[in-house]
C-alpha cells in the first residue's frame, strides 16, 4: 500500500504564494469594468465602462448593449450623444440578430478622458418601437418608447505621486535676465524665424491653390458609374470584415444615385421603408424594383446579419449593381459635385461630362 508524498513547504514560500494570490485579486478588481442595466418590456439595455478605475491617459471602453425581441425596432443614441466632454478615439457599431429573431445592438466607444479627479457616464437614452402583434407600439403621446439608464460614476487617477507639490518650481532657482550682449543674436533670431514663417504661409497658400476645390455639374448615371467602377478596381475583399466594408460602399452608391435620379430624398429609411418609397417612383419599371430589391437584400444580410458572402455573391451583387444603373441611366439629370481642380485635361473632362 503507497503512503502519500509529503511535500515540505518553509514559511517563506507560504507567504509568498498569499502575496501572489493577492496580486491576482487586486489586478481583477483594478481591471473590472463598472455596469449599470436597464430593463422596459421587451427591451433590455446594458452599459458597461471597462476599466473602473483608468490613470489619465489611458484609453477606456464605453460598450452600450441593447437586447430586443423579435419585431420590436430599436432606436439607438446618435453618434456620441453626451459623451461631448471626451475624447472620442474610436467608434464600433454592431448588430447581430438572434436565432429567435431578435437583435443585439452595440456601440462601442473608445474614449480618452481630459482631465483627472472624478468623472461620470451621463444617462444614455434608447427608444423602441414595439410592433409584436397585439402590443401598442409607442404610448398615445410619444413616438416611441423610452429607456434612459442610470449614470456611471467613476474616478480618472492621477500620474502624480502622492505627496507631490501642486506647485512647480525651477531646481536651480529664477534664471538671471541675458546680458546684453546677446541682444543682437536675439534680434537675428527674430528676423530669421519670421523670413521661415513668410516662406511657410506662401507654401500653404500655393498647395491650397492647388488643392482647392470647385462645384461642378455633372450626369448622375456618370458619377455613380464612376465611383462603382473605382470600387470594383480598387476591392478585393477576402475577409469578412472587407466583405461587409465593400456591401456598406456599393449599398451607399446605388442609393445615392436612386435619390439623384428619381429625386428620392430618405437617407434614414430602413431598406423597406426605401424599397416602398422607391416603387412609386416615375419611370421605374416592376423590373427595376425587384432587380433593386434583390440587390438591396443581399446588402443587408452581409451587413447587418453577418452573412457572410463568396466571391461569386460579391461579383453577382456587383453585376445586379452595373446593371441597375445602366439600364436606368436615360434621362438622368444633372447634380452637383465638388471636384479638384488639378489639370486642364481633367476640366475639359467636366465640362464634356455636363452635356451627357
Known amino acids: 500500500m503507497m503512503q502519500g508524498l509529503r511535500i515540505p513547504v518553509s514559511l517563506s514560500t507560504l507567504l509568498l504564494l498569499l502575496l501572489m494570490m493577492s496580486c491576482c485579486v487586486w489586478a481583477d478588481e483594478a481591471s473590472a469594468g463598472r ?4 430593463e422596459s418590456g421587451p427591451v433590455q439595455v446594458q452599459v458597461t465602462l471597462t476599466p473602473a478605475e483608468p490613470v489619465i ?5 464605453l460598450l452600450v448593449s441593447v437586447t430586443s425581441a423579435a419585431d420590436v425596432e430599436v ?9 461631448d466632454r471626451y475624447t472620442i478615439l474610436d467608434f464600433v457599431p454592431r448588430q447581430t440578430v438572434a436565432a429567435d429573431g431578435g437583435t443585439i445592438n452595440e456601440q462601442r466607444y473608445t474614449l480618452q478622458p481630459w482631465q483627472s479627479g472624478n468623472q461620470m ?10 410592433r409584436r402583434p397585439g402590443q401598442q407600439e409607442a404610448p398615445d403621446d410619444l413616438d416611441a418608447y423610452e429607456i434612459l439608464t442610470d449614470r456611471i460614476d467613476f474616478t480618472v487617477q492621477s500620474v502624480m505621486p ?7 518650481r525651477p531646481p536651480l532657482g529664477v534664471l538671471e535676465p541675458q546680458a546684453d550682449a546677446d541682444a543682437a543674436w536675439s534680434a537675428l533670431q527674430w528676423v530669421l524665424f519670421i523670413l521661415l514663417a513668410a516662406v511657410a504661409l506662401a507654401a500653404v497658400f500655393v498647395s491650397s491653390r492647388r488643392l482647392r476645390r470647385r462645384v461642378i455639374r455633372i450626369n448622375a448615371w456618370q458619377r455613380a458609374r464612376r465611383q462603382l467602377d473605382r470600387l470594383l478596381q480598387q476591392a478585393d475583399p477576402s475577409t469578412p ?13 446605388v442609393r445615392r444615385y436612386l435619390e439623384d435620379r428619381f429625386g428620392l430624398r430618405a437617407p434614414d429609411l430602413t431598406t423597406e421603408e426605401f424599397l416602398e418609397l422607391a416603387a412609386s417612383a416615375h419611370n421605374l419599371s416592376r423590373e427595376h424594383q425587384e ?3 434583390d440587390f438591396l437584400r443581399q446588402a443587408d444580410l452581409v451587413k447587418f446579419a453577418g452573412i457572410s458572402a463568396s466571391s461569386t455573391e460579391v461579383q453577382r451583387s456587383s453585376q445586379l449593381a452595373l446593371r441597375f444603373l445602366d439600364e436606368t ?11 479638384e481642380d488639378e489639370s486642364a485635361s481633367e476640366r475639359g473632362e467636366v465640362q464634356e461630362a455636363t452635356h451627357v
Not at 75 to 82: C, D, H, K, R
Not at 329 to 339: G, T, Y
Open 162 to 168: 502622492a505627496g507631490a507639490a501642486a506647485e512647480m
Open 291 to 293: 432587380l433593386l430589391q
Open 121 to 130: 457616464i451621463p444617462p444614455i437614452l434608447v427608444e423602441f418601437v414595439d
Open 75 to 83: 432606436l439607438m443614441p446618435e453618434f456620441g450623444e453626451a459623451l
Open 241 to 253: 470584415d472587407q466583405v461587409a466594408e465593400f456591401f456598406v460602399a456599393i449599398s451607399r452608391i
Open 57 to 61: 491617459g489611458d484609453e477606456i471602453t
Open 35 to 38: 455596469t449599470v442595466r436597464s
Open 329 to 339: 441611366r436615360e434621362n438622368a439629370p444633372l447634380v452637383e459635385q465638388q471636384e
